[in-house]
């Protein structure tokens, strides 16, 4: 159930952003909503499972991506894994709260990217890298997140208020 | 205890350990073995490719119909497909005036020779985008033709305003282009005036440069930049854009130009794939072209 949940994730998700959102660029930046899903689901379901859904996120942005094949994958895979490891720590369970590690997450996936695609084509557009991608996006990315954590939040609450279960689960309890 | 690192919880379970391992090795391993593990990927992916492309594919006409609907029936109707007309009009006449101007360049050159040969058509494969690259590192865009369409790494893409980009990767209903403004991509160009030859190469801020031009080159502002049709999967002769500001290298040896691409990679709809960049029977016999005639 929850491989084929994953899936559907994974296909709907990757299909909606290479088309329908790939227009939306604020900035000339685009926001990589793969690595906010992989790293939310990192932070809601444990590193483990962050590492698969971004795995097989990123394996898909592979496919359909102009750089090297591997790239998407083993990023995201990363990310994935190290969100679910920041959540382990983290004490701020509000949805601002994943701001900053999802920050850092797209900032250290970036640096792969900047590392991997601009080596050797001089100091300037390393920087211009750095300081018109790398930054904004990673800014981007850590909003976006703000924003999707907040109505995964809600909707958590309100699926579980329905049912009539608490709405934090045993392990938040136990923290 | 919440707030604070805890190592005995983070290695504590086996499938966590096996987990990093496993990324840690296959990523030393893709690191270590680029060619291998492209290889590796590719064999995987290719046949996995067709089936993603289909939701991709429904995904993009849903978008395009629901896009279309908007412009033709809520917003400005009437105009906005005007506008559209228009623009088409606009790039397709650039694109033969473009055309026009080479061969009038070519006429003169070769007006003195004898041996004039007829510059013959290329073959395109029409295509359209169905999606982007989703990443601010490479740009580039799906395109609805793979290998069964005879689309093939390394071709060609132009659109009637000039160049578009390359083919950097196929699969059999699907293709991924990388667009001229890319870093990544390279292509063998020309000052159309001047007939000087440079590579092309796109910069991060989504401009394109002609590199190791001629010190002595009297490139200037607005002249026009074209294919060479020396190297690549494209026809000589195509534009790729305007200079519009000429600089020395710092050690002099060579003048580096910036353009304008003539292709506005964000409006890209319908593209050509360049099957061919020239027909077999342009090229000229053996014996004549390249063989040296005897004392």
Redesign the interface.
């Known amino acids: 159930m929850k491989i084929s949940a994953y899936t559907l994730l994974t ?2 998700l ?7 959102l ?2 939306f660029n604020p900035f ?3 926001p ?3 690595l906010v899903i992989a790293c939310l689901i990192g932070f809601r379901t444990g ?2 499972h962050g ?1 698969i859904v971004g795995f097989g996120l990123g ?12 790239l ?3 990023t995201k ?2 990310v994935g ?1 190290l969100a679910g ?1 920041f959540a ?4 701020n369970r509000e949805p601002h709260a994943v701001f900053v590690p999802v920050m850092a997450c797209s900032g250290l996936s ?1 640096m792969v ?2 590392l ?3 080596m050797g ?1 001089g100091l300037g ?1 390393m920087l ?2 750095f300081s ?2 790398l930054l904004p ?1 990673a800014v981007l990315d850590g909003l976006v997140a703000i924003m999707a954590n907040w109505v995964s939040v809600r909707w958590w609450s309100k699926r579980r208020i329905h049912e009539g279960r608490p709405v934090m689960n045993r392990r938040e309890v136990r ?1 | 205890m919440r707030g604070r690192f805890r190592p005995g919880v983070f290695w504590g379970s086996g499938v966590m350990r096996v987990s990093v391992a496993v990324l840690v090795i296959a990523f030393v391993a893709f690191a270590l073995l680029p060619q291998q593990s492209q290889f590796l990927f590719h064999a995987f992916g290719e046949p996995l490719a067709d089936f993603v492309a289909i939701p991709v594919k429904g995904m993009a006409t849903l978008d395009r119909t629901l896009r279309e609907w908007w412009m033709q029936y809520i917003a400005l109707q009437g105009l906005s497909q005007q506008n559209r007309q228009l623009r088409e009009t606009i790039q397709q006449l650039n694109g033969e005036v473009n055309r026009l101007r080479e061969q009038a360049y070519m006429a003169e050159r070769l007006a003195s020779l004898l041996e004039f040969q007829e510059d013959k058509s290329v073959r395109t494969v029409a295509a359209r985008v169905i999606g982007r690259s989703a990443s601010n590192w490479y740009q580039g865009v799906i395109l609805n033709k793979g290998e069964d369409d005879g689309v093939r790494e390394q071709m060609g893409v132009i659109t009637p305003a000039g160049v578009a980009g390359r083919i950097v990767r196929t699969s059999g209903s699907t293709s991924i282009a990388l667009l001229t403004t890319d870093p990544n991509l390279v292509i063998a160009g020309m000052i159309q005036r001047t007939r000087d030859e440079g590579m092309v190469q796109g910069t991060s801020q989504g401009l394109v440069r002609i590199k190791y031009l001629p010190p002595l080159s009297s490139v200037k502002t607005g002249d026009v930049v074209v294919t060479s049709g020396l190297t690549g999967g494209f026809p000589r002769g195509v534009l790729i854009g305007e200079v519009v500001l000429v600089e020395e290298s710092k050690d002099g040896l060579f003048r580096t130009v910036q353009i304008v691409p003539a292709v506005k990679s964000r409006h890209l709809d319908e593209v050509l794939i360049v099957v061919s960049p020239r027909s077999p029977e342009a090229v000229p016999p053996l014996d004549h072209a390249l063989i040296a005639p005897g004392p």
């Not at chain 1, 942005?61 to 750089?67: E, I, K, N, T, V």
């Not at chain 1, 382990?88 to 004490?91: A, E, I, T």
């Open positions: 296909l709907s990757f299909s909606f952003q290479a088309t329908v790939s227009s000339g930046i685009q990589d909503f793969c590193p483990v590492l394996f898909l942005q592979d496919l359909f991506s102009a750089g090297p094949f591997g998407h994958t083993f895979a990363g894994f490891v382990r720590n983290l004490s970036a990217f900047l991997w695609s601009r084509m557009e211009y890298g018109y991608i996006q923290q």
